[in-house]
């Protein structure tokens, strides 16, 4: 098939189009910068704000996975609804034969964080040409490089001891990278995909505070001490912890202020998996979070870098 991957540069993004490519496919990884993509497929250019770029990229594509957030933009909820917009028209003008998106899990009735709200509007707005559109959604992605597991990592190589806020009890169910690409390629020719909506998860269901405390022993052999703060319910104090919580993470992590803020307003939402459904179109059993968190270390040493 031939199958466009926006996004290609990305963590998610980069690991998918090699496996597209071990997998017989003609890809073509979208970027800004083609000139500058030294990875495996076809670089193609393609600028979510000029649809015309989108048109020349899509044409005679197959499938398109759209794997485009804008987490580090205070606009980004308006940038992404903008994105999808223009995508979806670009898709339905060259006639693509379907959209793949990787979206966010969460309940909606729980109530959504602006980050979750926008991964549901990318949704709708995609499909709202006509396109078939088929959507994974998951917590975090745990791999090396990635956002989320690269915060996590950090906190707990510089930090012995941890405040843990509120959110630190929320639930979520994190998926390994490799496991998130195999049900995105397992979705590629799936006729029963069309306009259909999967939750993906890892097979392990913890808490935050779990993540830290279980990444933190396997990654410097030690427990990491986490102490509970008792704060009044108030909407006042949860804006307060927010912006501490943003604010300390970006001190103490490579992650700037604004996407520790629109990652630290979702970790009050409870994201875990609720349909199996995945589970009738791709036959794997996923990782748990303790090997997910190995793979991640063992990648990252592959790469020279230190654990």
Do not use: C
Not at 9 to 28: E, I, K, N, Y
């Amino acid at each position: 098939m031939q199958v466009l991957v926006t996004g290609a540069t990305g963590f998610v993004g980069s690991a998918l189009v090699q496996a597209l490519v071990d997998g017989g496919h003609r890809v073509r990884a979208m970027t800004r910068r083609p000139d500058d993509y030294d990875g495996p497929g076809t670089p193609v250019q393609g600028d979510m704000g000029d649809e015309a770029s989108l048109r020349e990229a899509l044409a005679g594509v197959d499938v398109a996975y759209y794997l485009i957030h804008s987490l580090s933009s205070k606009d980004f909820e308006e940038e992404d609804a903008a994105g999808a917009t223009a995508f979806s028209a670009a898709a339905a003008a060259q006639g693509v034969g379907r959209i793949v998106y990787l979206g966010g899990l969460g309940d909606e009735a729980d109530g959504l964080s602006p980050h979750l709200r926008s991964r549901r509007e990318v949704e709708s707005l995609l499909g709202s040409d006509g396109v078939p559109v088929t959507v994974l959604r998951a917590a975090v992605v745990v791999g090396h490089g990635g956002i989320s597991w690269e915060m996590t990592r950090q906190l707990v190589d510089r930090l012995p001891l941890l405040a843990a806020p509120p959110w630190a009890k929320t639930r979520t169910q994190p998926i390994a990278l490799a496991d998130a690409v195999t049900y995105l390629v397992g979705v590629l020719d799936e006729p029963r995909a069309r306009w259909r909506v999967f939750e993906i998860g890892g097979a392990d269901v913890l808490t935050y505070e779990d993540m830290l405390v279980r990444a933190a022993k396997i990654q410097n052999g030690e427990d990491v001490t986490l102490v509970s703060v008792p704060l009044p319910q108030t909407d006042l104090v949860d804006t307060a912890v927010a912006r501490a919580s943003s604010l300390g993470l970006a001190a103490l992590t490579e992650v700037d202020v604004d996407t520790a803020k629109n990652l630290v307003e979702s970790m009050s939402t409870e994201v875990v998996v609720s349909d199996q459904s995945i589970r009738e179109l791709v036959d794997l059993e996923p990782m748990g979070y303790d090997e997910m968190v190995r793979v991640a270390l063992g990648d990252r040493l592959r790469e020279g870098e230190s654990a």
